[in-house]
């Protein structure tokens, strides 16, 4: 499977911005769907979730509340709805996929094969 990332930019803090991870190559039917993201100088780190069977969604603490991801079927593309970005948002986002991630894994890039290419955001103060 191969998956495209897309919908980075600048944007003002405060703001939103909406990133889109589609797949082809497969569905992501049967998988887990992560959204991690890497700052200069820093590890990449889990930041939202999606069993795409069920729907069921998850979050880091530091994006509750102002992150959702969402899927679409007909398109099978998974989404993250960014707003009320902060300058700590900024980094490069990843989406990966995997049909045997475990729940328990979810968080972790290791339970991942399959990785986007990422994409910048970069939120000013």
């Known amino acids: 499977v191969q998956l495209q990332a897309s919908g980075g930019g600048l944007v003002q803090a405060g703001g939103s911005l909406r990133l889109s991870c589609e797949a082809s190559?497969?569905?992501?039917?049967?998988?887990?769907i992560g959204w991690f993201r890497q700052a200069p100088g820093k590890e990449r780190e889990f930041v939202s979730g999606l069993r795409w069977n069920s729907g069921n969604t998850y979050y880091t603490d530091s994006v509750k509340g102002r992150f959702t991801i969402s899927k679409d079927n007909a398109k099978n593309t998974v989404y993250l709805q960014m707003s009320s970005l902060k300058p700590e948002d900024t980094a490069v986002y990843y989406c990966?996929?995997?049909?045997?991630?475990?729940?328990?894994?979810?968080?972790?890039?290791?339970?991942?094969?399959?990785w986007g290419q990422g994409t910048l955001v970069t939120v000013s103060s």
């Open positions: 190559g497969r569905t992501f039917r049967g998988c887990t």
């Open positions: 990966a996929a995997d049909a045997n991630t475990i729940l328990s894994a979810m968080r972790r890039s290791s339970a991942y094969d399959y």
